[in-house]
């Protein structure tokens, strides 16, 4: 499985204090939309310095925290309590494998991504809702369009980057993003493009959802110089031609 299950429990009377993911009782959405947007407002302060003040493989690790929350989607359920009284609502966020960094060790390890299994368990994977609120969504998703539009800084991690001979491959890395897990995306963003689905209620206004499927498809257009072409850098074997072309048609 290529998500990354987490369990919370919503019931007041469970301790916490033994457990290393529990999350502070102020711990809201609205604070979570808050930190994106903070997020948004710190990264392009970045931009503005001369030497862009981080680095490209820093760069391309919050390229990829970003596509994991972007992604993410949270499912609930009622559990018996075991002492009794009424049952606690848990809820599990699930991470999709957005991507990898290739050789950024040095060890060229591969990491592939693992479709569903059948129809029926890609069809309860799609109806699951994203685990970040709609304003938190805008604001990732415009920090993901800046780093992945900006051909330049990532130029030398795409599948476009030349790898001259002579090159070594441990100076050498690539950024490789999965594209199932974007697709996934916007299928859940606009399910009514599959024309057997419709679209869920709506939790925001029309031009909130209207800028967040556009900034999503945005994302996939320009995510589309990281999908694995197959290509590698020098002393490592390509793993064949047009492998993302040929998945998809």
Not at 89 to 115: M, P, Q, S
Not at 211 to 216: H, I
Request: aromatic share 6%.
């Amino acid at each position: 499985d290529n998500a990354m299950d987490i369990d919370i429990n919503d019931d007041d009377d469970e301790d916490d204090e033994d457990d290393d993911h529990a999350l502070p009782k102020d711990y809201t959405l609205a604070s979570v939309c808050k930190k994106c947007a903070r997020l948004q407002s710190q990264l392009a302060a970045l931009e503005g310095l001369k030497h862009g003040g981080i680095t490209q493989e820093e760069l391309c690790r919050i390229l990829l925290r970003i596509l994991g929350l972007l992604t993410a989607t949270v499912t609930f359920e009622y559990v018996a309590n075991i002492g009794g009284g009424r049952p606690a609502r848990k809820a599990t966020l699930h991470y999709e494998n957005v991507g990898y960094i290739f050789n950024v060790d040095g060890k060229g390890t591969e990491e592939v991504y693992e479709n569903a299994k059948n129809m029926d368990q890609l069809n309860d994977d799609l109806e699951q809702r994203f685990a970040l609120p709609e304003p938190g969504r805008e604001a990732l998703l415009s920090i993901a369009v800046s780093i992945l539009s900006k051909k330049g800084v990532l130029r030398g991690v795409s599948n476009a980057a030349l790898h001259p001979e002579g090159t070594s491959s441990k100076d050498r890395f690539m950024l490789i993003i999965h594209w199932q897990a974007l697709f996934r995306t916007l299928l859940r963003t606009a399910p009514y493009l599959d024309e057997h689905k419709s679209s869920s209620p709506p939790t925001a206004s029309n031009s909130r959802q209207n800028t967040v499927l556009r900034r999503t498809v945005q994302m996939i257009r320009h995510a589309r110089h990281f999908f694995d072409q197959g290509n590698r850098p020098p002393g490592y074997m390509d793993r064949g031609a047009d492998i993302t072309s040929n998945s998809i048609w």
